[in-house]
């Protein structure tokens, strides 16, 4: 499986971004996807999952209300609706299943919330 990630940028706080994650490959193994992200000088952590059967999400605390996960099943592409962005969302996001599989990371889409 290869992801690639896309749709990061520069938005001022409060405003708003949707990334992408465009899988290809043999998918269909893969009971959930993940949005995870890596501050400067952090670990990467989960943002939020989607099942791939029902669709079910989850959230961090600090983005419940503002990020939106979905996925396009037929278009193997799993989404990040960020509205009311904050300086401390800035991190490059990664896509991944969840758990995640080392040998699936791509090379992320920057994001960077600015005063």
């Known amino acids: 499986v290869q992801l690639e990630e896309s749709g990061g940028g520069l938005v001022q706080a409060g405003g708003s971004l949707r990334l992408s994650c465009a899988a290809s490959g043999s998918t269909s193994s893969i009971n959930a996807w993940g949005w995870y992200r890596q501050a400067p000088g952090k670990q990467r952590d989960v943002v939020a999952v989607?099942?791939?059967?029902?669709?079910?999400?989850s959230y961090i605390d600090s983005v419940k209300g503002r990020f939106t996960i979905s996925r396009d099943n037929a278009k193997n592409t799993v989404y990040l609706q960020m509205n009311s962005l904050k300086t401390e969302d800035t991190a490059v996001y990664y896509c991944?299943?969840?758990?995640?599989?080392?040998?699936?990371w791509g090379t992320g889409t920057l994001v960077t919330v600015s005063s």
């Open positions: 991944n299943s969840m758990p995640f599989r080392r040998d699936f």
């Open positions: 989607i099942t791939s059967g029902d669709g079910s999400t």
